[in-house]
Nanobody
Framework: VQLQASGGGLVQAGGSLKLSCRAS????????MGWFRQAPGKEREFVAS????????TYADSVKGRFTISRDNAKNTIYLQMDNLKPEDTSVYYC????????????WGQGTKVTVSS
């Protein structure tokens, strides 16, 4: 499985960005897909995840109401719509995949950098 993330950039606080992550390889290994982020000097943290059907969506409390995860299985792609961005959202964002909810996140993309200026 290969994951290719894109869509990062520089945006002012209050602005929006949409990240994309395209998966290639065995689809049974990407039944669950999600987004994580890692800010400088901090540990990687969970952002959002979704089941292959688009259901079972989970968000970190810090992004609830501002970020929306979605997936287009026809394109093997998940998205992260980020609205009302804050400077504390500045991070490298990684997409990840796993075969089941009980499985570890075994597949990772290369990361895309998001910078939110105040």
């Amino acid at each position: 499985v290969q994951l290719q993330a894109s869509g990062g950039g520089l945006v002012q606080a209050g602005g929006s960005l949409k990240l994309s992550c395209r998966a290639s390889g065995r689809p049974e290994r990407t039944h669950y897909m999600g987004w994580f982020r890692q800010a400088p000097g901090k540990e990687r943290e969970f952002v959002a995840s979704t089941w292959w059907s688009g259901g079972d969506i989970t968000y970190a409390d810090s992004v609830k109401g501002r970020f929306t995860i979605s997936r287009d299985n026809a394109k093997n792609t998940i998205y992260l719509q980020m609205d009302n961005l804050k400077p504390e959202d500045t991070s490298v964002y990684y997409c990840a995949a796993r075969s089941a909810k009980s499985s570890p996140w075994g597949f990772w993309g290369q990361g895309t950098k998001v910078t939110v200026s105040s």
